[in-house]
């Protein structure tokens, strides 16, 4: 907008300030400040400043597991572990007690028999997981760490810090260093320690399940009863956010379950994996085995989902320019993954290789939830199972792991017809709309490569063009609700006999919906309106005064959904349209309400119709007519 006729405006929108419920004008600058009241009963996305997609109004709550990265240990059980003082260390199992010499703060032991121990004892308690944690200075020949309760043990193969697990079988047991049947061996120990892992009793381990290097490890011998679990203040029928990572992995897999709730797929691959679930009739969330799994996992998460509705949105274009208030109307994902590629709704053909939560590369959100597909150049995925009729829209963001590639983006039943698309190295959103009457409808991405590609994001919406992007997290399908923006302005703010009407918007696509906003007293019956009609490309504005259509002008451009400087003046007898710096419209007759009869500005016509859809990045009423070189200016 020209900084010159700011002064003049009464009213001004840009995509600035807001808070639930509200979009704020930016003028006028005084109370009563008739803000927008804003209302959308869901969260929904939008892309930040910097080209992300995110949630708006969607909060992750405090983290729940305690020790998720089990490296919580308890208070040290060692007497002089530092070596501070001469004592406390003493010889055992036939060895000398002189083969022990403690000075310098480092304790040095030479075996003098073969199985001689240098040793403390400790109360412990039976059947729980303890750390030790050893400086090793220097060795010679075969000496070993132990604990004498369970006959763990550790031969000494390097210098420097080992880090050593055991559960004893008894409440006592000695710890130290022994020869290895080795007369002659010996080892200078700068510190040891030993504390209790998990000492509050976080975790609960079923059998083939310990903790060690700060991780939940796996042995393969559990059976289907046999979990880690770990109990929660959940909140019945509330989302929540769960995620591990798999270090390492020699075989098998592991899934979340929720007592009486089912569930959620089962996994393998090394790295981060994230799901969402829908809390039922148990507090307690189990990790389990269904095949023998061998591994480390750590980093167990577990976080509320929290929906805040009725948040505007900024929005941005991918590359985080042209701010705009973005409002769209209903819609829903059919798909019930639309971002977990790995669920069996998802089907892959022969050679379909997926890598769900891949973090090969941060995906259109700025994390590593996306999932890399590596094809043969001729098979697919697709889900096929929807059943959806009339106008489908499928979009998708995909990315190449390397170089330009050829992907085809179609419909389950290939009636619509085949897109193919050209993905580069850039994440880029596809989309593929048409109406094949009553069949069912899907979505199909095929002739993934070799060399692999980067998938996220995928949809499938009962409409003509695709919208932001919805994602389902559960297992089933997730609506955005319509969004409108209504009641700003007063009598006082607004002429009713003369004035100007401005906006910089871009539709949501060129389809058959009319979509506008207007001044209005409340009523369709006197209303000035401007907006995108039902004709292709065209861009309307009309003026009623007792149900009486005074001024109807229209005027078709280039392209309706990139955004357009619109402006319509207003005056007895003297109707005007600006678009992008010309006058495209004029109409010299029409007469113009009685003053105070407009009295708010609405993102519809005025009475609850119509409402606009698209995107605004200025909204504008002036109180007075402006000159024709003033509205070049304006929209120019």
Same mark, same amino acid.
């Given at each position: 907008?020209?900084?010159?006729?700011?002064?003049?405006?009464?009213?001004?929108?840009?995509?600035?300030?807001?808070?639930?419920?509200?979009?704020?004008?930016?003028?006028?600058?005084?109370?009563?400040?008739?803000?927008?009241?804003?209302?959308?009963?869901?969260?929904?996305?939008?892309?930040?400043?910097?080209?992300?997609?995110?949630?708006?109004?969607?909060?992750?709550?405090?983290?729940?597991?305690?020790?998720?990265?089990?490296?919580?240990?308890?208070?040290?059980?060692?007497?002089?572990?530092?070596?501070?003082?001469?004592?406390?260390?003493?010889?055992?199992?036939?060895?000398?007690?002189?083969?022990?010499?403690?000075?310098?703060?480092?304790?040095?032991?030479?075996?003098?028999? *073969?199985?001689?121990? $240098?040793? @403390?004892?400790?109360?412990?308690?039976? +059947?729980? /997981? %303890? &750390?030790?944690?050893?400086? #090793?200075?220097?060795?010679?020949?075969?000496?070993?760490?132990?604990?004498?309760?369970?006959?763990?043990?550790?031969?000494?193969?390097?210098?420097?810090?080992?880090?050593?697990?055991?559960?004893?079988?008894?409440?006592?047991?000695?710890?130290?260093?022994?020869?290895?049947?080795?007369?002659?061996?010996?080892?200078?120990?700068?510190?040891?320690?030993?504390?209790?892992?998990?000492?509050?009793?976080?975790?609960?381990?079923?059998?083939?399940?310990?903790?060690?290097?700060?991780?939940?490890?796996?042995?393969?011998?559990?059976? *289907?009863?046999?979990? $880690?679990? @770990?109990?929660?203040?959940?909140?019945? +029928?509330? /989302? %929540? &956010?769960?995620?591990?990572? #798999?270090?390492?992995?020699?075989?098998?897999?592991?899934?979340?379950?929720?007592?009486?709730?089912?569930?959620?797929?089962?996994?393998?691959?090394?790295?981060?994996?994230?799901?969402?679930?829908?809390?039922?009739?148990?507090?307690?969330?189990?990790?389990?085995?269904?095949?023998?799994?061998?591994?480390?996992?750590?980093?167990?998460?577990?976080?509320?989902?929290?929906?805040?509705?009725?948040?505007?949105?900024?929005?941005?274009?991918?590359?985080?320019?042209?701010?705009?208030?973005?409002?769209?109307?209903?819609?829903?994902?059919?798909?019930?993954?639309?971002?977990?590629?790995?669920?069996?709704?998802?089907?892959?053909?022969?050679?379909?290789?997926?890598?769900?939560?891949?973090?090969?590369?941060?995906?259109?959100?700025?994390?590593?939830?996306?999932?890399?597909?590596?094809?043969?150049?001729?098979?697919?995925?697709?889900?096929?199972?929807?059943?959806?009729?009339?106008?489908?829209?499928?979009?998708?963001?995909?990315?190449?792991?390397?170089?330009?590639?050829?992907?085809?983006?179609?419909?389950?039943?290939?009636?619509?017809?085949?897109?193919?698309?050209?993905?580069?190295?850039?994440?880029?959103?596809?989309?593929?709309?048409?109406?094949?009457?009553?069949?069912?409808?899907?979505?199909?991405?095929?002739?993934?490569?070799?060399?692999?590609?980067?998938?996220?994001?995928?949809?499938?919406?009962?409409?003509?063009?695709?919208?932001?992007?919805?994602?389902?997290?559960?297992?089933?399908?997730?609506?955005?609700?319509?969004?409108?923006?209504?009641?700003?302005?007063?009598?006082?703010?607004?002429?009713?006999?003369?004035?100007?009407?401005?906006?910089?918007?871009?539709?949501?696509?060129?389809?058959?919906?009319?979509?506008?906003?207007?001044?209005?007293?409340?009523?369709?019956?006197?209303?000035?309106?401007?907006?995108?009609?039902?004709?292709?490309?065209?861009?309307?504005?009309?003026?009623?005064?007792?149900?009486?259509?005074?001024?109807?002008?229209?005027?078709?451009?280039?392209?309706?959904?990139?955004?357009?400087?619109?402006?319509?003046?207003?005056?007895?007898?003297?109707?005007?349209?600006?678009?992008?710096?010309?006058?495209?419209?004029?109409?010299?007759?029409?007469?113009?309400?009685?003053?105070?009869?407009?009295?708010?500005?609405?993102?519809?016509?005025?009475?609850?119709?119509?409402?606009?859809?698209?995107?605004?990045?200025?909204?504008?009423?002036?109180?007075?007519?402006?000159?024709?070189?003033?509205?070049?200016?304006?929209?120019?």
């Amino acid at each position: 907008m020209a900084d010159g006729l700011l002064n003049k405006a009464s009213i001004i929108l840009t995509p600035t300030g807001y808070k639930a419920g509200t979009l704020y004008n930016v003028a006028p600058v005084v109370e009563p400040y008739e803000d927008f009241d804003f209302a959308r009963a869901s969260v929904a996305s939008r892309v930040n400043s910097s080209g992300l997609v995110e949630m708006v109004g969607r909060t992750i709550g405090s983290e729940l597991v305690q020790n998720g990265d089990f490296s919580e240990l308890g208070s040290e059980l060692v007497t002089n572990g530092d070596f501070a003082t001469d004592s406390d260390w003493t010889a055992a199992y036939g060895e000398s007690q002189s083969s022990i010499v403690i000075s310098n703060n480092q304790l040095s032991f030479t075996s003098t028999v *073969a199985f001689g121990f $240098a040793s @403390q004892e400790i109360n412990v308690i039976s +059947g729980k /997981t %303890y &750390k030790m944690l050893v400086d #090793i200075d220097s060795f010679s020949g075969s000496m070993r760490i132990f604990s004498a309760s369970g006959n763990d043990a550790k031969i000494i193969s390097s210098t420097g810090l080992i880090e050593f697990y055991f559960v004893p079988d008894a409440n006592t047991t000695l710890i130290g260093f022994s020869a290895n049947n080795d007369v002659g061996a010996s080892v200078v120990v700068n510190s040891i320690s030993v504390k209790q892992v998990d000492p509050n009793d976080y975790w609960t381990l079923g059998t083939g399940w310990s903790i060690g290097d700060n991780a939940l490890v796996g042995n393969g011998t559990m059976t *289907a009863s046999d979990t $880690a679990n @770990q109990a929660y203040d959940f909140t019945d +029928g509330n /989302t %929540y &956010k769960f995620s591990f990572e #798999i270090t390492e992995r020699t075989q098998g897999s592991v899934f979340i379950r929720e007592p009486f709730n089912g569930y959620l797929d089962a996994t393998g691959d090394v790295g981060v994996h994230t799901f969402y679930y829908v809390a039922g009739a148990s507090n307690e969330l189990r990790l389990r085995s269904n095949d023998s799994f061998i591994g480390k996992i750590t980093n167990v998460s577990v976080q509320e989902v929290i929906d805040t509705n009725n948040i505007p949105r900024i929005s941005y274009d991918s590359n985080g320019e042209n701010g705009h208030i973005l409002l769209e109307p209903t819609s829903t994902n059919f798909l019930p993954y639309s971002n977990d590629f790995s669920q069996s709704n998802w089907v892959k053909q022969t050679n379909i290789t997926p890598t769900y939560n891949t973090t090969e590369t941060l995906s259109p959100d700025g994390t590593y939830n996306a999932t890399k597909l590596v094809g043969n150049g001729t098979d697919g995925i697709f889900d096929g199972s929807l059943s959806i009729t009339g106008d489908v829209t499928r979009s998708v963001y995909l990315k190449s792991v390397s170089g330009t590639i050829n992907v085809k983006l179609k419909d389950s039943n290939v009636d619509i017809g085949t897109e193919t698309l050209t993905v580069t190295t850039e994440w880029q959103r596809f989309y593929l709309s048409g109406d094949n009457g009553t069949s069912t409808q899907g979505i199909w991405i095929d002739d993934i490569p070799l060399s692999g590609v980067y998938i996220f994001g995928a949809q499938v919406e009962n409409l003509p063009y695709t919208t932001s992007y919805i994602p389902t997290l559960t297992g089933s399908t997730e609506t955005r609700a319509t969004e409108t923006a209504n009641g700003a302005g007063s009598a006082d703010l607004i002429n009713s006999t003369e004035g100007v009407l401005y906006a910089e918007i871009a539709a949501l696509d060129d389809s058959t919906t009319t979509t506008i906003f207007s001044l209005s007293n409340g009523t369709n019956a006197n209303t000035l309106y401007m907006g995108f009609s039902s004709t292709s490309n065209t861009i309307q504005a009309q003026l009623v005064v007792g149900n009486v259509a005074q001024t109807n002008m229209n005027y078709v451009v280039t392209d309706r959904t990139q955004f357009n400087k619109v402006a319509v003046l207003y005056q007895n007898n003297n109707h005007k349209m600006y678009i992008n710096g010309s006058e495209v419209a004029v109409d010299t007759s029409g007469s113009v309400p009685s003053a105070n009869t407009f009295d708010r500005l609405n993102f519809n016509l005025g009475q609850g119709s119509f409402d606009f859809y698209g995107k605004c990045k200025a909204l504008a009423v002036f109180n007075e007519a402006l000159s024709d070189s003033e509205l070049n200016n304006l929209t120019g």
